[in-house]
């Protein structure tokens, strides 16, 4: 398949380990580099790498969940498109992502050709907003 080559870096925030090493592989097998964080503070107290990024946000993560992570993404200036994923189907968290410009929001298990296509999206708003 074609790859997202050359298109940015995911930033993939996901606790669970098994699901983060296989979304890990998945985003990897389609060209495209991924920065894993197992910890939200981590992920808060990292340098983000340069140039375009997605981030792809877990709703649930231990000490503050992924609502408080984008919450603290936006207050910092960062734009990023976020894409969150979770395993608990809400549609609070959902209205509460989307109020702070979650690009999506997807349950957990999703199909992976959606996922990868719902990425291409993200950062195809990312150019589309830098040429504007």
Known sequence: MSGLDHEGVVVLV????????????????????????????????????????CVVLDLRLPEISGIEVLERMRQR????????ITGHGDMKAAAEARALGAFDFLEKPFDEILFVS???????????????
Do not use: Q
């Not at 200036?77 to 969150?84: E, R």
């Not at 719902?118 to 504007?132: C, D, I, K, P, Y």
């Open 77 to 84: 200036g960062d734009d990023s498109p976020v894409i969150v």
């Open 118 to 132: 719902r990425l291409r999206a993200a950062f195809a708003s990312m150019t589309r907003v830098a040429a504007a």
């Open 14 to 53: 996901e606790d669970d380990e098994d699901v983060r090493s296989s979304l890990v592989w998945l985003l990897e097998s389609f060209g495209l580099p991924v920065k894993p964080y197992s910890h939200p503070m981590a992920f808060l107290e990292a340098t983000m790498p340069h140039g375009p990024r």
